[in-house]
Each structure stands twice: as C-alpha cells, then as structure tokens.
Nanobody
Framework: QVQLVESGGGLVQAGGSLRLSCAAS????????MGWFRQGPEKEREFVAT????????YYVNSVKGRFTISRDNAKNTVYLQMNSLKPEDTDVYYC???????????????????????WGQGTQVTVSS
C-alpha cells in the first residue's frame, strides 16, 4: 500500500502561482509514476501531469503546458506541481496519484488515464479568482 497526502492548495488571484506537494509513504519503491489530476463539480477527473520516477521524464495535458511543472524529490518521496500563470478555469480539486510498476513499459509510455493509477490522495482545493 502507498499513502498519499496532498498540501498547498488555496485561493489565488488570476496570474498568480501555487505549489502543490504530494508526500508518499508506504511501499513507494514499487511506484512507476506519479500523477496529478483535477476534478470539478459534475466533471470527470482530468489528467494534468505525470512524472516517471525512474528517469524524471514528464508529460502534461496541453492546457497546462508552459504554465505547470511537475517534479519529484526521491529522497523525500515527494512530488510537486508548480502552477504559474493560474487562470480561473484552473479552479478544481487537485488529486495526487501513484501507479504501481507491473511490467516493462516502453520509453514512450506515460499513464494519463485515471484508471491506470492505483493509489490516490484526498485532494486539495485550488481556487483562482478573476
């Protein structure tokens, strides 16, 4: 089992920045990738970004490219999401997720579907005012 705890959400004006953190504990050695998703009321959970823990390579949804940066600190078992130039449409609950390594994955594989992840945090609210 892997436990995930998010922090860093809050209220910010449009154009501002926030940094989300996701601290992992438990059997973290078996984790292949960590991801961030977001979900608003009556919306499906949307992929935001993912990072492969072995090589640090990242992948983003187009709407956040150039504004958000996902990174990891392996020594602290923590993944971050730096969010800059925030827009009101970025308002959502943000969730951290972990995907277990089960098999060989190609270098082009990035898990972007919420069903691909095994563990989830409780979520942290991000609100961007206009």
């Amino acid at each position: 089992q892997v436990q995930l705890v998010e922090s860093g959400g809050g209220l910010v004006q449009a154009g501002g920045s926030l940094r989300l953190s996701c601290a992992a504990s438990g059997r973290t050695f078996s984790t292949y990738a960590m991801g961030w998703f977001r979900q608003g009321p009556e919306k499906e959970r949307e992929f935001v970004a993912t990072i492969r823990l072995s090589d640090g390579n990242t992948y983003y949804v187009n709407s956040v490219k150039g504004r958000f940066t996902i990174s990891r600190d392996n020594a602290k078992n923590t993944v971050y999401l730096q969010m800059n130039s925030l827009k009101p449409e970025d308002t959502d609950v943000y969730y951290c997720a972990a995907k277990k390594a089960r098999a060989y994955y190609s270098d082009t594989y990035y898990p972007t579907g919420f069903v691909e992840y095994d563990y989830w945090g409780q979520g942290t609210q991000v609100t961007v005012s206009s």
